[in-house]
Nanobody, 127 residues
Framework: QLQLVESGGGLVQPGGSLRLSCAASGFTLDHNLDYYAIGWFRQAPGKEREGVACASSSGSSANYADSVKGRFTIFRDSAKNMVYLQMNSLKPEDTAVYYC????????????????WGQGTQVTVSS
């Protein structure tokens, strides 16, 4: 039941870069962001919501959708309770609403495994 607020979306040209931020709050005693699996999901018009990038609790490897591997990076700054998605070499097909999410337990990079969600931020890649 964390509260998550995304920011950083907007309009960018193909080939450009954008960094999405997600501020997390509502942690319980002795638990910080390192305790949670984190993820970024996106939903484009007419498409289902898909996992873009997810990472297990601190110390585990991240997983990326094939379509974004080598271009996107998920990372966190637990001291600041922040999750980020660095997006480089953006393509028009990256256009979607992007959502930050967290999971309390082991999770695959699918929406049903994540319990806390942000409101979403629009990313539009267009010339």
């Amino acid at each position: 039941q964390l509260q998550l607020v995304e920011s950083g979306g907007g309009l960018v040209q193909p080939g450009g870069s954008l960094r999405l931020s997600c501020a997390a709050s509502g942690f319980t005693l002795d638990h910080n962001l390192d305790y949670y699996a984190i993820g970024w999901f996106r939903q484009a018009p007419g498409k289902e919501r898909e996992g873009v990038a997810c990472a297990s609790s601190s110390g585990s490897s991240a997983n990326y959708a094939d379509s974004v591997k080598g271009r996107f990076t998920i990372f966190r700054d637990s001291a600041k309770n922040m999750v980020y998605l660095q997006m480089n070499s953006l393509k028009p097909e990256d256009t979607a609403v992007y959502y930050c999410a967290t999971a309390l337990v082991q999770a695959m990079c699918v929406p049903d495994d994540f319990s806390s969600w942000g409101q979403g931020t629009q990313v539009t890649v267009s010339s």
